[in-house]
T-cell receptor
Framework: AQRVTQPEKLLSVFKGAPVELKCNYSYSGSPELFWYVQYSRQRLQLLLRHISRESIKGFTADLNKGETSFHLKKPFAQEEDSAMYYCALSYTGGFKTIFGAGTRLFVKA | DAGVIQSPRHEVTEMGQEVTLRCKPISGHNSLFWYRQTMMRGLELLIYFNNNVPIDDSGMPEDRFSAKMPNASFSTLKIQPSEPRDSAVYFC????????????FGPGTRLTVL
């Protein structure tokens, strides 16, 4: 069955430190993976998607099919990065998307 | 564009009452999704529509939950009768055609069932 696992419910780092939010998936086909972010009092919104191979707000994520992972990374965390982050997998032609449980990131001054 | 619109933003009701949540997707989007967010279970897909037709409602927890999309610009999620365990934030999202297109989320409705 399709599954997205985010093993950390909470991640706390100091400003300027590197951050990595882990995401592992289970899917037998070709996955379409996304990271969504929810800042305080804001809507859930797309941060980045693997197909675009882009860097948004300093974040990058590389799809590793061998390890079935799509970890989100940033070399130097900023306080404004504090938010809830969700990893998501789309399948069935993209109609269906499942989300991980989410990781709350706190960046301390 | 105001984005996806949901109403009400907050709803407090008593157990046993009927609750109706509303969603207006972004104009031109042909897919609509209803999600439920709780601390324990995270973000769960309840049902999604494509071109107003329900495609998969396997995430709907019980028969007490029902969803409709009578036209391209409106959808409802109804809970009847409501129970305290239904307390959660309910999100609606819409998406344009294409499997890699972004889902755009509404602000959510925070439901509290007493």
């Amino acid at each position: 069955a399709q599954r997205v696992t985010q093993p950390e419910k909470l991640l706390s780092v100091f400003k300027g430190a590197p951050v990595e939010l882990k995401c592992n998936y289970s899917y037998s086909g070709s996955p379409e993976l996304f990271w969504y972010v929810q800042y305080s009092r804001q809507r859930l919104q797309l941060l980045l998607r693997h197909i675009s191979r882009e860097s948004i707000k300093g974040f990058t994520a590389d799809l590793n099919k061998g390890e079935t992972s799509f970890h989100l990374k940033k070399p130097f965390a900023q306080e404004e990065d504090s938010a809830m982050y969700y990893c998501a997998l789309s399948y069935t032609g993209g109609f269906k998307t499942i989300f991980g449980a989410g990781t709350r990131l706190f960046v301390k001054a | 564009d105001a984005g996806v619109i949901q109403s009400p933003r907050h709803e407090v009701t008593e157990m046993g009452q009927e609750v109706t949540l509303r969603c207006k997707p972004i104009s031109g989007h042909n897919s609509l999704f209803w999600y439920r967010q709780t601390m324990m279970r995270g973000l769960e897909l309840l049902i999604y529509f494509n071109n107003n037709v329900p495609i998969d409602d396997s995430g709907m927890p019980e028969d007490r939950f029902s969803a409709k999309m009578p036209n391209a610009s409106f959808s409802t999620l109804k809970i009847q009768p409501s129970e305290p365990r239904d307390s959660a934030v309910y999100f609606c999202a819409s998406r344009a055609a294409g499997s890699t297109d972004t889902q755009y989320f509404g602000p959510g409705t925070r439901l509290t069932v007493l």
